[in-house]
């Protein structure tokens, strides 16, 4: 399918979420990219993976953002990457979901374009950043650029839970139930309007090749 020049350009704000709490920023991050004219959020999401590998999901989950296809990142104008962390990483579900865009990486196709990435975390020390800067590394494979979030968010400088210069998090807490709170609702909201208007900007580099 290609995109007709038409169509309203987008950001793909793709994640995987077990507990909800990543599916919470990226909601905010979504809504963030939307308060920009011009511009929408595409929520997508990936299956669990399991040990039994062949098995496939029905294309619609049962509830919840649609499971995300190379034609969602093909057509994309920037690309949001959420993940609870596991172990200081991104979950495996959305690196299995990145080992399939061989053919996207070989063409090119995200060259040029904006990307960012957020997480969740049981725990404030729980590795928040190392997994950031571990999603950061494939996106930088694709040519992507990335787009952080910069200290003129004051919030930065004091909040008492999540929200990180290399993108926002969140702390979760050990029984994942602590809702955002108002420092990350904010920041999320502000790295979506950030990647939004990054998008727009930069639509031309990438229109052109
Ligand atoms: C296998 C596994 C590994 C995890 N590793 C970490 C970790 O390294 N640090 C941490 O603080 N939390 C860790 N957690 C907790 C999740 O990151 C945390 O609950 C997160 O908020 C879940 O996001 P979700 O609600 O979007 O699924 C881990 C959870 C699982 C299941």
Wanted: charged residues 20%; negative net charge; contains cysteine.
């Amino acid at each position: 399918m290609t995109r007709s020049a038409s169509e309203t350009p987008y950001v793909l704000v793709l994640f995987y979420s077990r507990n909800g709490a990543t599916r919470e920023m990226a909601e905010q991050l979504a809504a963030g990219v939307e308060s920009i004219s011009g511009i929408a959020a595409r929520l997508r999401t990936v299956p669990p993976v399991s040990t039994t590998c062949e098995a496939v999901d029905p294309e619609i989950p049962a509830e919840g953002a649609v499971y995300a296809t190379l034609d969602d990142l093909r057509h994309c104008h920037g690309l949001a990457l959420g993940s609870p962390t596991r172990f200081g990483n991104m979950a495996s579900p959305l690196k299995y979901f990145l080992d399939t865009t061989s053919e996207l990486w070989m063409n090119g196709v995200l060259a040029d374009k904006p990307a960012t990435a957020f997480t969740s975390t049981a725990s404030l020390h729980g590795g928040q950043e190392a997994t950031l800067l571990t999603m950061m590394v494939p996106l930088l494979h694709h040519g992507m650029v990335y787009a952080g979030v910069p200290y003129r968010e004051t919030r930065l400088l004091t909040t008492q839970s999540g929200g990180t210069p290399y993108g926002t998090s969140h702390l979760a807490g050990a029984q994942a139930d602590r809702p955002l709170d108002d420092d990350e609702t904010a920041l999320s909201r502000a790295q979506g309007e950030r990647l939004g208007r990054l998008a727009l900007a930069m639509r031309s580099l990438h229109e052109a090749t």
